[in-house]
């Protein structure tokens, strides 16, 4: 499934994605995935060990590498996985061909947030989270890469988290929606 979780700005939607991830521990409740107990009050599965990607809002690239070293990263991480994405197909399909060789602060916010999307894609986890995912994107690349995005994450299978305040973005993309009022 894709779940959107729909909320105003500051009410919460990134802890909570940050908690499932394992960067915040929890104080009560549980998070579990695949009927595993990745966090509780006495137990906290670090980040590295749940098989889960998360693409934040701001760039999370790492400076040193470039943007296609960055891609690759994500590919790396889970090569034993059998997946059907190509690194030069999310390429292509986010609109990166042109700064591949770029480093990250030599491209918009936009840009970042695209190698982003694409480093988390290809790592193939269990679980996705995206904050924000296409807040930063241009207009008028904005609803051709929600298209494709559904598409790759419907076929692909990846159960995915997204985090918006945009509706029309959270009732497109997700088969579920939450949202968050305080």
């Known amino acids: 499934d894709i779940i959107c979780l729909l909320g105003p700005s500051g009410i919460g939607k990134t802890t909570i ?18 009927n595993k107990i990745l966090s509780s009050q ?17 760039s999370s690239l790492f400076p040193h ?3 296609l070293q960055n ?26 061909n042109h700064i591949k060789d770029k480093f990250p602060h030599q491209i918009s916010s936009g840009e970042a947030q695209r190698a982003s999307l694409a480093r988390a894609l290809l790592s193939n986890p269990d679980l996705l989270l995206l904050d924000e995912p296409l807040s930063n994107v241009d207009q008028s690349f904005k609803e ?3 298209v494709k995005l559904k598409k790759i994450l419907t076929e692909q299978k990846i159960t995915t988290i997204i985090v918006t305040h945009d509706s029309y973005e959270a009732f497109y993309l997700g088969n579920k929606c939450g949202i968050i009022l305080n």
């Open 144 to 146: 051709e890469i929600q």
């Open 17 to 34: 994605l940050r908690t499932i991830a394992g960067l915040e521990k929890i104080k009560k409740g549980r998070i579990l995935l695949k």
């Open 71 to 96: 891609i690759e990263f994500g590919a790396e991480r889970n090569k034993k996985k059998k997946k059907n994405l190509t690194i030069q197909g999310i390429i292509k399909f986010l609109h990166l």
């Open 42 to 58: 006495n137990k906290h599965i670090e980040p590295e060990n749940r098989n889960i990607s998360m693409a934040f809002q701001d």
């Open 65 to 67: 590498y470039n943007i």
